[in-house]
C-alpha cells in the first residue's frame, strides 16, 4: 500500500527565503507526482506535475525534483513572498489512476 | 485551464437529512472523476472514483449506500450524503484526471447539525 510522507508538517520562513518541502513515498512504481497548493477551506491548485520519466519541472519561481528509486521529490520555493502562504500537498499516482495524498506542509511566510 | 466547478461551497444541514454536491467540468469531458474527504488538519481520503454511464466504485470502508454518487454525463457527477450525521461533517473535494494532471473543485464545507 503506498504512503505518502510530507516533512516537515509546518513551516514558518521570512520574506524572501528560498525553501525546500519534501515528500517521500514508499511504493517506487509511481506514474506520476503532483504537487498541489490550498488556502484554508479552498480546493487544490495543481502547481507542478512531473512524470515518472522526468526528473523535475519548473515554473516560476517554483522547482519540483523527482528521485522515483529513493521514493522522495522536493519542491524548491525561491524568494518566497507572503501570499506563498499556504498548504502544499504532494501526491502520487500509481498504476490505476487513484492519487495518494501527504498530509502536506503548512507553509507562513512573514512579512 | 480545465476548471471544475463544485457546487454548493458551503452548507448546513440538520442531522437526518440528505445533501448533494455537484461536481462540473467547465471546458473538457470528465468520463472518471473522484471524491475525496478532507478532515481538518489530515490529508484528502478517496472515497470513491465515479464513472460516466456506470457505478461508482467505492474505497474500502466508504458506505455507497449514504454516499450516493451519480455520473449520468460527462461532465457532471454528483455526491448525496444521505442521512447526514455529525460525523460526517467533512471538506469534500471532487476531480477529475486531464492530460496534464488532476484538476480540482473547490470543494464543498459540510456541517451537520
Known amino acids: 500500500k503506498q504512503e505518502v510522507t510530507q516533512i516537515p508538517a509546518a513551516l514558518s520562513v521570512p520574506e524572501g527565503e528560498n525553501l525546500v518541502l519534501n515528500c517521500s513515498f514508499t511504493?517506487?512504481?509511481?506514474?506520476?507526482l503532483q504537487w498541489f497548493r490550498q488556502d484554508p477551506g479552498k480546493g487544490l491548485t495543481s502547481l507542478l506535475l512531473?512524470?515518472?520519466?522526468?526528473r523535475e519541472q519548473t515554473s516560476g519561481r517554483l522547482n519540483a525534483s523527482l528521485d522515483k528509486s529513493s521514493g522522495r521529490s522536493t519542491l524548491y520555493i525561491a524568494a518566497s513572498q507572503p501570499g506563498d502562504s499556504a498548504t502544499y500537498l504532494c501526491?502520487?499516482?500509481?498504476?490505476?489512476?487513484?492519487?495518494?495524498f501527504g498530509k502536506g506542509t503548512k507553509l507562513t511566510v512573514n512579512p | 485551464g480545465a476548471v471544475v466547478s463544485q457546487h454548493p461551497s458551503r452548507v448546513i444541514c440538520k442531522s437526518g437529512t440528505s445533501v448533494k454536491i455537484e461536481c462540473r467540468s467547465l471546458?473538457?469531458?470528465?468520463?472518471?472523476m473522484f471524491w475525496y474527504r478532507q478532515f481538518p488538519k489530515q490529508s484528502l481520503m478517496l472515497m470513491a472514483t465515479?464513472?460516466?454511464?456506470?457505478?461508482?466504485?467505492?474505497e474500502q470502508g466508504v458506505e455507497k449506500d449514504k454516499f450516493l454518487i451519480n455520473h449520468a454525463s460527462l461532465t457532471l457527477s454528483t455526491l448525496t450524503v444521505t442521512s447526514a450525521h455529525p460525523e460526517d461533517s467533512s471538506f469534500y473535494i471532487c476531480?477529475?484526471?486531464?492530460?496534464?494532471?488532476?484538476?480540482f473543485g473547490s470543494g464543498t464545507r459540510l456541517t451537520v447539525v
Open positions: 471546458d473538457f469531458q470528465a468520463t472518471t
Open positions: 476531480s477529475a484526471l486531464r492530460v496534464d494532471g488532476y484538476t
Open positions: 511504493d517506487s512504481a509511481i506514474y506520476n
Open positions: 465515479s464513472n460516466e454511464g456506470s457505478k461508482a466504485t467505492y
Open positions: 501526491a502520487v499516482q500509481g498504476g490505476s489512476e487513484k492519487l495518494v
Open positions: 512531473i512524470q515518472s520519466s522526468q
